[in-house]
């Protein structure tokens, strides 16, 4: 199980980090991953992280902006956000999968999804 934390409703240019704790599974086996959803949109990739964190990679419209990092002794994924825009609102959804996640970016095939959690910025 992926249980996400952390979301909240930030003014923009403010911070939140997402924390993602996993059980039930070898996490240090998994590459991670955080998606968001907006309303009305689909599902899209915002940033994925190495089993081992060696590499990472982010969508365009959050580099710079939010940097991924995890505890493998804590089985925890975060997703650190700063600089924050309303176009930033979403639930967000960290994911868990054995494929290369950080290349691929895909929201397909993910073996663990997480329940979300509501990140709402306002302008």
């Known amino acids: 199980q992926l249980q996400a934390s952390g979301g909240g409703l930030v003014q923009a240019g403010g911070s939140l980090r997402l924390s993602c704790a996993a059980s039930g599974l070898t996490f240090s086996n998994y590459n991670m991953g955080w998606f968001r959803q907006a309303p009305g949109k689909e599902r899209e990739f915002v940033a994925a992280i190495s089993w081992s964190a060696g590499r990472t990679s982010f969508a365009d419209s959050v580099k710079g902006r939010f940097t991924i990092s995890r505890n493998n002794a804590k089985n925890t994924v975060y997703l650190q956000m700063n600089t924050l825009k309303p176009e930033d609102t979403a639930v967000y959804y960290c994911?868990?999968?054995?494929?290369?996640?950080?290349?691929?970016?895909?929201?397909?095939?993910?073996?663990?999804w997480g329940k979300g959690t509501q990140v709402t910025v306002s302008s």
């Open positions: 994911a868990a999968d054995r494929s290369d996640l950080v290349q691929s970016q895909s929201k397909h095939g993910i073996d663990y």
